[in-house]
T-cell receptor
């Protein structure tokens, strides 16, 4: 079974600064999806960014980018020019493409991000 | 436009009294999921439907059941809720294999139903 680990229960950043959230995972699969989801106090799960493992290029979405290190099984999220609206719980998640775990989304424990004005 | 709709937003039930949570989707996705999320924890998959095929997680209690009468609707039934079942219940959908124009692999989540057990 796959596991996802977020080692930072809480992080904080000043508005307009940059912050990096860490995520590691364990798998024996060669191709899979990795995601970062944002969950604000409303509890709505919002997709921030997505990476397919076979793609070497790191995904970017506006102020959000990832550092995907497949060999190290690391998938960190960098938020540039942080905004007050970025404050939320962030979950790293893994999704299998094959096998008995096909389609299932496995979440890390989450990182609470606080943005200071 | 709302795509995955969960009703109600808040549900209160009594200890041991059966309760049903509902989820509907306008995306015509073939896969639907139910997740349980307790306070300050990660969502945990309870089960999912791949088309009409029901897939139960090994550690999902027998107290939890699900029905999917058609593509658009999926229900979560809790037969005898205990205090430990108080949680946010999240419904999600996906299309598998992914269709054209969709972000591959993405799950679409509803806003959740917060269940309280008194």
């Amino acid at each position: 079974a796959q596991t996802v680990t977020q080692s930072q229960p809480e992080m904080s950043v000043q508005e307009a600064e940059t912050v990096t959230l860490s995520c590691t995972y364990d798998t024996s699969e060669s191709d899979y999806y990795l995601f970062w989801y944002k969950q604000p106090p409303s509890r709505q799960m919002i997709l921030v960014i997505r990476q397919e493992a076979y793609k070497q290029q790191n995904a970017t979405e506006n102020r959000f980018s990832v550092n995907f290190q497949k060999a190290a099984k690391s998938f960190s999220l960098k938020i540039s020019d942080s905004q007050l609206g970025d404050a939320a719980m962030y979950f790293c998640a893994y999704r299998s493409k094959t096998g008995t775990s096909y389609g299932k989304l496995t979440f890390g424990q989450g990182t609470i991000l606080t943005v200071h004005p | 436009d709302a795509m995955v709709i969960q009703n109600p937003r808040y549900q209160v039930t009594q200890f041991g009294k059966p309760v049903t949570l509902s989820c509907s989707q306008t995306l015509n996705h073939n896969v639907m999921y139910w997740y349980q999320q307790k306070s300050s924890q990660a969502p945990k998959l309870l089960f999912h439907y791949y088309d009409k095929d029901f897939n139960n997680e090994a550690d999902t209690p027998d107290n939890f059941q699900s029905r999917r009468p058609n593509t658009s609707f999926c229900f979560l039934d809790i037969r005898s809720p205990g205090l430990g079942d108080a949680a946010m219940y999240l419904c999600a959908t996906s299309r598998d294999p992914p269709g054209q124009g969709l972000p591959r692999g993405k799950l679409f989540f509803g806003s959740g139903t917060q269940l309280s057990v008194l």
